[in-house]
């Protein structure tokens, strides 16, 4: 039973099909239900002194955050580094290594990420050299002490709970310290020339050849609208142009005569005669010329035009194993194979109107489709289901109200239009409006397909949302979208005195994760515009107002440095300069710094347990303001904390049921024949592999168990494989997702997944013959 919860937990916390912090809080509740622990014992992991010390930690960490320490250190960063590369990543690394070392590790990378960001716009280096190796010099750091980082902290409790003495805070410092040195060399000598090389920083006076724009491709969305005399949008506020909402525009500047408005307010108004400076995509701006060649007709398409011209709308449903299932309508060609529109999709008892062209279909979906009924009955042959259900006028007004979103547009003498094919026109493209039909001069209808052309007295059907169809009713609106056939002035324009382009990332502790920047309102609430965002090493610059952010998003900011320095202020956010933060509290430094070393202290002598010394430093943190109640609560990262109370049982189900001492028979098996360096080295790389896809925390809960039977099993002493297990979960180094921290710097430095494998691997080989190397003399295998 052990091994089966086993099992979906690893299923589980590789695939996050679910929260972790979840996932945990249901195992515990599994193994009380179960019997495998009692009650008390599920709950016991809440109480469990590592647990205590975890998040004490986490307060402690955020009182030197909040003082400045940091900001202190990196004040001197450049007069002790100097301009060479070399010297920058090792000192960059020795500073974050020396905070880590008592400080979280994703509280340093945060803290030290708007330094570390202003070092490269100065030195001119790019931030892709430098940041890495500052995330690799936290993770090393944390190497160097108990309280560095929760597994040091996981196995010493575990050995203290078998029975055994547990690890002192600097029992680490011999085996991490070496380690850190080695890596810091291998990364600043050798690593750094693997790191992409994205381009010369930012410099306030050469915007044209910095690397935000070489990464984000802006050259590439940037035109002009002019605006005509006889335009719609005259009069108009940004706010209400829907070139934003509609159309995915953003306007970032309007030039009026000689003067140029850079990061306009929503509210200001279009003029006749304006130049609108937008970014956004072209085809968009195409599509919105040719809609522009279109006469509209003053009716609205009554709901029975749908049934018109021997048209019929059916409901068809899809065959679970067909091959619709998994692809969008757009991937099928669907209305050039079937001759067919799809009006909508019904799904679960809802109705999806919505971008029905890039849904992806699901089993059991249900198509409404328009069309002649001769198609309709192929679709449903071809596809192999059930005769399709033919809707009644009646039926339409009342189930689906598509009328409400029908128009009339047809083709003049003249237009631009003429000749073109469907396809070339775009039209449908971009927007959430489709063609239902296209009714040539002599009364006949069709279905359009991509290859059909437009032809003089040609009138269309429209069907679409009504905010688009809003769009498009604009009178005068033709004319408006012309691409400037002038070559683009100079970038430049993009970043003057007031203001300019600044990446920011969502800080560690932001509540705002997996929410959208239109549940945020972003633009609304702080008046800057997002460009683009890059995650997981590419440019995502579509759809942004709908894009759910995750940690390590990298948001690209146009607007004024004014409004960038107010949302520096915010704890959701770190813009990436230093002097857009919050300010520290730095005259509280030397009281955070007597705190943590009145907490260090009696810990070293053996006068207090580790668990009450950190509870009571958080406490004095708080008590001398170094930080507020509310910080130190947003401090804690409480999913590591209820993700490693609610783990703990399941370590101890592995222990009692003799699942442990069933895997470590196998691990001696295995092993065992090549002797006890063999088995470190095993568990080890066990660790190292297991690191890049399960959470360190959770998996030091599941191997302690096991290195402790297997060291029982051989009979050796069980401090080297325990030392070995803290040292390999906490080099996490070949996987952006394997730790926070390395997250944390993918968006800024622009790295790619293979950038971390390029670096992390060779460091993580280079770390494990340290190891086999160090430990066993430091920690000999011999009991």
């Known amino acids: 039973m052990v091994l089966s919860v086993l099992a ?130 936290t993770l090393l750091g944390g190497l160097t002490t108990m309280i560095g980082t929760p597994p040091n902290i996981l196995v010493s409790e575990a050995l203290r709970t078998n029975g055994l003495e547990p690890f002192r805070i600097f029992d680490f410092s011999p085996i991490g310290l070496p380690v ?199 679709l449903s042959e071809a596809a192999g289901v059930p005769p399709p259900a033919v809707l009644q006028e009646a039926e339409i007004r009342s189930r689906f109200a598509l009328g409400r979103k029908m128009r ?129 090493g590419k440019a995502t610059r579509s759809g942004l107002r709908d894009l759910r952010l995750q940690l390590g998003d990298a948001l690209l900011l146009f607007g004024n440095w004014k409004r960038l320095a107010l949302l520096g202020q915010e704890p959701d956010f770190l813009v990436l300069t230093q002097n857009m933060q919050e300010a520290a509290r730095e005259d509280k430094a030397k009281i955070a710094l007597a705190i943590m070393a009145a907490v260090l202290l009696p810990v070293i002598l053996g006068l207090v347990p580790i668990y009450i010394a950190v509870v009571i430093g958080a406490a004095m943190m708080v008590l001398s303001k170094c930080l507020t109640m509310d910080e130190a609560y947003r401090y804690i990262e409480w999913k590591a904390v209820f993700l490693i109370a609610g783990m703990l049982p399941l370590g101890q189900a592995l222990e009692k049921s003799g699942a442990a001492t069933l895997m470590a028979e196998a691990v001696i098996t295995t092993l065992g024949p090549y002797g006890p360096h063999a088995v470190l080295c095993g568990m080890i790389v066990i660790t190292f592999v297991a690191t890049s896809i399960i959470p360190t925390a959770a998996l030091v809960v599941l191997m302690t168990p096991i290195a402790l039977k297997t060291s029982a099993g051989l009979g050796i002493s069980p401090y080297p494989l325990m030392m070995g297990i803290a040292m390999a979960a906490s080099s996490s180094f070949t996987s952006p997702i394997s730790h926070p921290a390395n997250v944390l710097v993918m968006g800024p430095g622009g790295y790619r997944f293979i950038d971390y494998v390029k670096v992390g691997g060779p460091l993580t080989l280079l770390i494990l013959v340290v190891l086999m190397v160090i430990i066993p003399t430091i920690w000999p295998l011999s009991p």
């Open 180 to 378: 850190m040195i080695i890596g810091t060399l291998f990364v600043a000598l050798v690593g750094t020339r693997l790191l992409p090389r994205g381009g010369n920083a930012v410099s306030p006076d050469n915007i044209a050849n910095n690397r935000i724009l070489t990464q984000y491709r802006l050259q590439d969305r940037l035109f002009r609208i002019k605006i005509p005399e006889h335009s719609a949008l005259i009069g108009k506020s940004l706010a209400d142009s829907h070139l934003g909402s509609s159309l995915g525009l953003n306007v970032i500047g309007i030039s009026r005569g000689r003067i140029t408005n850079l990061a306009p307010e929503m509210t200001t108004i279009i003029m006749a005669g304006d130049e609108l400076i937008v970014e956004g995509r072209f085809d968009r701006i195409q599509e919105m010329n040719n809609w522009g060649q279109l006469l509209s007709e003053t009716r609205v398409a009554e709901k029975s035009s749908l049934l018109d011209y021997d048209m019929q709308v059916a409901e068809v449903r899809l065959d679970p194993d067909g091959e619709c299932i998994g692809k969008t309508i757009a991937e099928l060609g669907f209305r050039n194979r079937y001759g067919l529109n799809v009006l909508s999709i019904k799904r679960q008892n809802r109705e999806i109107i919505a971008n029905v062209k890039t849904v992806a279909l699901q089993d059991e979906d249900i198509l409404v489709v328009c069309g002649p009924i001769g198609r309709i009955h192929e």
């Open 8 to 137: 979906v937990v690893v299923v589980l916390l590789i695939t996050e099909w679910m929260p972790l912090e979840v996932m945990a809080l249901l195992v515990l509740g599994v193994l009380a239900l179960t019997g495998l622990v009692s009650p008390i014992e599920a709950l016991a992991g809440f109480s469990n002194p590592a647990v205590v010390t975890i998040w004490a930690v986490f307060i402690l960490s955020g009182g030197l955050t909040r003082t400045g320490i940091a900001n202190i250190l990196g004040r001197y960063l450049l007069k002790i580094a100097g301009n060479r590369p070399t010297r920058l990543v090792i000192v960059i690394m020795v500073i974050a290594g020396a905070l880590s070392s008592f400080m979280n590790n994703i509280a340093v990378a945060a803290l030290m990420l708007p330094v570390v960001m202003d070092v490269a716009r100065k030195t001119r280096h790019s931030p892709s050299l430098l940041l890495m190796p500052l995330a690799y010099g």
């Open 408 to 536: 009339l547009f047809s083709v003049p003498y003249g237009s631009k239009l003429l000749g073109q094919t469907v396809s070339e026109s775009c039209l449908g493209d971009a927007l959430d409006v489709q063609i239902v039909s296209i009714v040539r001069e002599d009364g006949t209808a069709m279905i359009p397909s991509s290859d059909m052309h437009f032809e003089p007295g040609d009138t269309m059907i429209i069907s679409g949302l009504s905010d688009m169809i809003a769009v498009l009713l604009m009178r005068g609106l033709e004319g408006v979208f012309v691409k400037d056939e002038e070559s683009w002035e100079d970038v430049a324009i993009l970043d003057n005195e007031k203001v300019g382009l600044m990446e920011v990332v969502l800080s560690p502790y932001s509540i705002h994760l997996g929410q959208t920047l239109q549940d945020l309102r972003f633009r609304e609430k702080y008046g800057l515009t997002v460009l683009a965002v890059w995650r997981k």
